[in-house]
C-alpha cells in the first residue's frame, strides 16, 4: 500500500487535494475501480463505490469510508437509483468475452454495450446538471488501449471501448464551459481478476496452453513486457482530478507500455 500512496502523490494526489468533494466509481468493487476508490478516498473525496457484487462493494465501502451501491449496471432502472451528486465519475465497470464474432453470442454482446456504454451515458445525464450548476467536475473514463486499437476476438469490448471514447470526447466538448473535464484513461492489460479470467478463453481462442497467453497473446504488442498494476491506473485517475489538469479535456491518457508506438 506504500507503493500505491507513492503512485498517487506523484501524481499531484494526497491527503486533501480532493477534500469536499464526491467521487462515483462503478465497478469498485476489485481492480481498478478498488484502486481508484481507495487513491480517491486516500486524496480527501468520499466515495460512492458502485459494483454488482454485494459483498465486494460493501468491503471496499468499508475500506475506504464511503457508501456501497450494488446495482447492476446492465439494468436502466437500477442506473437511475445511483446518487447524482457526484463532483467526480470513473466509469470503469466492465466485462469481457472472448470469441470470433462468428460465435458471439449476440445477447452477451447487447449486455457488454448497456454495461460499458449505455450505464455510463445514464450516470452522466443525472450527474452532469449538479456538475454544471457547481461550476467543477471531472469525469474519468476507463477505457483501454482497445478504445485505440482492436483485437481479434474481442468485437463487444473493443466495440464498447471505442463507443465510450466517443462519449468521453463529446462530453468535453459540451462541459467544457461549465469548469467540467472528460478524459479517458487507457491501459494496456492491468493485473485484474477480469484479465486473469480471460487466460483460458484466450487460449482456446488462439489454440495454445493458457501459459503462454500472456507473453504470446497479452503483451506481445507491448513494449513494457509486464501486467500494469491497479495503482498505476488510479494515480492517473486522481492526477486527471487533481491540481494542474484544468485544461486537460477530451483527450487519452495511455497507459500502454508502448503498445500504439508501433
Not at 475501480?33 to 459494483?51: K, M, P, Q, W
Not at 437511475?80 to 470513473?90: C, G, M, R, Y
Not at 452477451?108 to 445525464?125: D, K, W, Y
Not at 492489460?189 to 483460458?200: I, S
Request: proline residues 5%; charged residues 20%.
Amino acid at each position: 500500500m506504500d507503493e500505491a500512496n507513492d503512485a498517487v502523490r506523484a501524481a499531484g494526489g494526497g491527503p486533501g487535494v480532493l477534500a469536499g468533494r464526491t467521487a462515483l466509481v462503478t465497478g469498485a468493487g476489485s481492480g481498478i475501480g478498488r484502486a481508484c476508490a481507495e487513491a480517491l478516498a486516500r486524496s480527501g473525496a468520499r466515495v460512492e463505490v458502485v459494483d454488482i457484487d454485494t459483498a465486494a462493494a460493501r468491503r471496499t465501502a468499508a475500506d475506504v469510508g464511503g457508501r456501497a451501491h450494488v446495482v447492476d449496471l446492465a439494468d436502466p432502472a437500477a442506473v437511475a437509483t445511483l446518487p447524482a451528486e457526484a463532483d467526480i465519475v470513473v466509469n470503469n465497470a466492465g466485462l469481457q468475452h472472448v470469441a470470433p464474432v462468428t460465435e458471439f453470442d449476440p445477447e452477451v454482446f447487447a449486455r457488454m454495450q448497456r454495461i460499458m456504454v449505455e450505464a455510463p451515458f445514464r450516470i452522466l445525464h443525472r450527474t452532469l446538471p449538479g456538475m454544471y450548476a457547481r461550476g467543477w467536475g471531472r469525469v474519468v473514463n476507463i477505457s483501454s488501449v482497445h478504445g485505440l486499437r482492436a483485437s481479434p476476438f474481442k468485437s463487444a469490448y473493443v466495440t464498447a471501448k471505442h463507443a465510450l471514447e466517443g462519449l468521453s470526447k463529446t462530453v468535453a466538448l459540451e462541459a467544457a464551459p461549465h469548469g467540467v473535464t472528460s478524459n479517458c484513461v487507457n491501459p494496456g492489460y492491468v493485473r485484474t481478476p477480469l484479465v486473469q479470467r480471460q487466460l483460458g478463453q484466450q487460449a482456446a481462442a488462439h489454440g495454445i496452453p493458457e501459459e503462454e497467453v500472456l507473453h504470446r497473446v497479452l503483451l506481445e504488442r507491448s513494449a513494457v513486457k509486464r501486467l500494469i498494476e491497479p495503482e498505476e491506473v488510479a494515480a492517473a485517475v486522481v492526477w486527471l482530478c487533481g491540481p494542474g489538469s484544468d485544461s486537460v479535456t477530451g483527450t487519452d491518457l495511455v497507459l500502454d507500455g508502448g503498445w500504439t508506438a508501433h
